[in-house]
């Protein structure tokens, strides 16, 4: 269970301050998604913030099928590095994977503690730019899913129309020639 705490987050605040013992109901899951080994040659994944959480599953899932040979892309954007939630881990199942698992990072702003030439990654709100250097082109045998904060929704993909419903496709996604067959929202 991962959950970030956000200073104005209703639900993460009382999440933060409960103590063993209590209890906290929670419904679903709610497949929204299933996932098949080697049904898309490539993956794109572009994840926000604690966007990242249903792309780390999806990540898990190929990547420790040895029978999948799915290539996944990840493109995860956050304010800061030290908002980058399973950094470690990530770059493990890289190191682990590099045939078959690129992350790239990036973010809105460095520290100051983070000298420039020390970060290797890119700065700024995931881009048009971004997206043809890191994530795979449109076309058949490829698949892109996106989540993250509203705001970045509608940037790259558009919102979702409900929990279980797609919505129309807008967005940079749209404007680079993807569809909504090859385009998932979590």
């Given at each position: 269970l991962m959950i970030k705490v956000y200073p104005n987050g209703k639900m993460s605040q009382h999440i933060?301050?409960?103590?063993?013992?209590?209890?906290?109901?929670?419904?679903?899951?709610l497949q929204k998604f299933v996932y098949q080994?080697?049904?898309?040659?490539?993956?794109?994944?572009?994840?926000?913030g604690t966007g990242l959480t249903p792309m780390y599953q999806l990540i898990r899932?190929?990547?420790?099928?040895?029978?999948?040979?799915t290539k996944i892309s990840l493109l995860?954007?956050?304010?800061?590095?030290?908002?980058?939630?399973?950094?470690?881990?990530?770059?493990?199942?890289?190191?682990?994977?590099p045939d078959r698992f690129n992350v790239h990072f990036t973010?809105?702003?460095?520290?100051?503690?983070t000298p420039k030439q020390e970060w290797k990654h890119d700065v700024g709100h995931?881009?048009?730019?971004?997206?043809?250097?890191?994530i795979p082109a449109?076309?058949?045998d490829t698949w892109v899913a996106v989540c993250g904060p509203p705001g970045f929704m509608n940037l790259l993909s558009g919102q979702k129309e409900s929990p279980m419903k797609q919505g129309e496709l807008t967005g940079i996604l749209k404007e680079m020639g993807y569809t909504s067959d090859n385009v998932f929202k979590y």
């Amino acid at each position: 269970l991962m959950i970030k705490v956000y200073p104005n987050g209703k639900m993460s605040q009382h999440i933060d301050k409960m103590k063993v013992g209590d209890c906290l109901m929670v419904k679903g899951p709610l497949q929204k998604f299933v996932y098949q080994p080697n049904s898309k040659k490539q993956m794109g994944l572009i994840a926000g913030g604690t966007g990242l959480t249903p792309m780390y599953q999806l990540i898990r899932k190929v990547l420790d099928n040895p029978d999948d040979k799915t290539k996944i892309s990840l493109l995860y954007a956050n304010v800061t590095p030290d908002d980058i939630m399973l950094r470690e881990e990530l770059e493990q199942l890289q190191a682990k994977h590099p045939d078959r698992f690129n992350v790239h990072f990036t973010v809105d702003r460095l520290l100051p503690e983070t000298p420039k030439q020390e970060w290797k990654h890119d700065v700024g709100h995931v881009t048009r730019d971004m997206i043809n250097k890191y994530i795979p082109a449109s076309g058949p045998d490829t698949w892109v899913a996106v989540c993250g904060p509203p705001g970045f929704m509608n940037l790259l993909s558009g919102q979702k129309e409900s929990p279980m419903k797609q919505g129309e496709l807008t967005g940079i996604l749209k404007e680079m020639g993807y569809t909504s067959d090859n385009v998932f929202k979590y």
